[in-house]
């Protein structure tokens, strides 16, 4: 079991910047893939960014490219999301979740966090 937990999230301004963190326990943790996705009220859960176990290979939802950067650091089994540049359309519940490949599919991941709210308003 992988038990995973966010933090960071909250209100800002358009145009402002937030970094999520997501702190991993449990098995193993550091060797799985990672990925941040969100959901916005009456919307689907999206994919916004995945990272391979080794931080070496990262890829972003055309979205928030150039914006968002995701990076992690095994030694503290936590993975980052520094959002910058943060539009009224970022607001959502943002997860955290690990899973043996990273994938922007969210049935290829095997644990979630609980969820953090984003809200991006003036």
């Known amino acids: 079991q992988v038990q995973l937990v966010e933090s960071g999230g909250g209100l800002v301004q358009p145009g402002g910047s937030l970094r999520l963190s997501c702190a991993a326990s449990?098995?193993?943790?550091?060797?799985?893939?990672m990925g941040w996705f969100r959901q916005a009220p009456g919307k689907e859960r999206e994919f916004v960014a995945h990272i391979s176990w080794s931080g070496g290979i990262t890829y972003y939802a055309d979205s928030v490219k150039g914006r968002f950067t995701m990076f992690r650091d095994n030694a503290k089994n936590t993975v980052y999301l520094e959002m910058n540049g943060l539009k009224p359309e970022d607001t959502a519940v943002y997860y955290c979740?690990?899973?043996?490949?990273?994938?922007?599919?969210?049935?290829?991941?095997?644990?979630w966090g609980q969820g953090i709210q984003v809200t991006v308003s003036s």
């Open positions: 449990g098995r193993t943790s550091s060797s799985y893939a």
């Open positions: 979740t690990a899973g043996r490949a990273y994938s922007s599919n969210p049935r290829a991941y095997d644990y």
